[in-house]
């Protein structure tokens, strides 16, 4: 395990990025995966429907084709759809945990965790033995929309902690990609709501506006020498 | 009714259609910290419009202590801390004595994104007009620029700079953008200091530049 300040992890952040950033975060697993792709956030409810799981393995497998990341938070349901996903087609997956590295949850998950601490990567802002609250959540949400270039919220109620997420990469200024299978459940407020402040609707059908803004892997370091 | 044009300036020049440009884009519209110099890249651009075209006679006119910044709206709705680079943009040039921040418009219905939409359905002046509104202020600006992160066709500008028309009238207009798009693929510099009207076309739904 190493503690690491964000920075050292994600790069320089501006002021709008060190606003929620946590101090530090302690890792564990291959951190050269920070390095090896674009990384986008496949997140949504714990108690997902088979459909909302159908999504999240389909994104998973197209992400995973295009070299790309599979972020997400090692909960139940679209989690770890999503995580498992990756790894069963060969690509690489990074668990943003809610809880420090020496704890699971939710506990049927600890095989899968030992497995991406093993062969991946698992990220906490959470010191080692500190009691897990529910606030710690939230706040994790949006570290990982800070560590993700891009996140899609596959499925999620009014009151998901996916949410959370979302707002915070819309207030980062990252793409915010929400399905259009959700966008289209009339019961629910908040996909209206975060489309009126910049998100996007992503049809399974069609992932090109997904792929057209992740990044090309070294442009920071070509852009300083544009000028 | 919609002004007719508008004089605006810009310093770079993407194309994109082009992968090697995507990433650049993407860096500017989250103000990413530059790792090599360690400054954002719209406190960098702002530095770079200041050395090399401060002095530069074409340029002059959309800088100086009298002007008026003015931050374009984003497409989308906006909450109080979320990152806006156009005003970020200002305030990099504001830091460097170019001019004063005025945050005077706010987009109060979202419109579709450029970027997203196919040519035929993307906003036009009207719909960016209709959905902007200025501020209240007490100030009455003489020299005002419009200050964007990318120029397109230009319908956001035309619209806003309508807009600020009608609430100062005595005010010269005008809009700098660090990034004017082109469609040209044997396009390769970066760095293309560049002056132009955006003109409104005859049937009022596009542009031109």
Redesign the interface.
Known sequence: MERLMLNELI????D?EK?SAPPYVYIEGNRNLMFDGPRVSIVGSRKASLVGIDNSILLAKALVKKGVIVVSGLAEGIDTAAHKTAIKEGGKTIAVLGTPLDTCYPAENSKLQEELTKKHLVISQFPLKLPTQRGNFPMRNRTMALIS?TTIIVEASDTSGSLHQGWEA?????PLFILESVVNNKKLTWPKEM????A?VLSTKNLK?LF??L???D????????? | MLLSNLKFGAFLTYVPKK??Y???I??L??????????I??CE?IAK?VKEKLSNNPKFSEFFGSDVYLVPVP??????P???W?SKRLAEEFSKLDMGKVFDCLERKI?VT?SS?AEPKNRPKPIDHYNSIIVKKCLEEPKKIVLIDDVITRGATLLGCATRLKEAFPDASIKAFVAVQSMNDKNFKK??DPYTSYITLSNDNCSTNR
């Open positions: 790069g320089p952040l501006n709008i606003k270039h819309l207030r980062l200024g990252r489309i009126k402040y910049g996007i506006p057209d803004v990044p090309t892997s442009i920071l370091v070509n852009l300083d020498v544009a000028f | 992968e090697e995507k990433g650049f993407q860096t519209k989250q103000d990413k910290v530059l790792p090599n110099s360690g954002t890249i960098r770079e984003k497409s989308s709705l906006m909450k801390g979320m990152l680079v979202q994104k997203l970066i760095e």
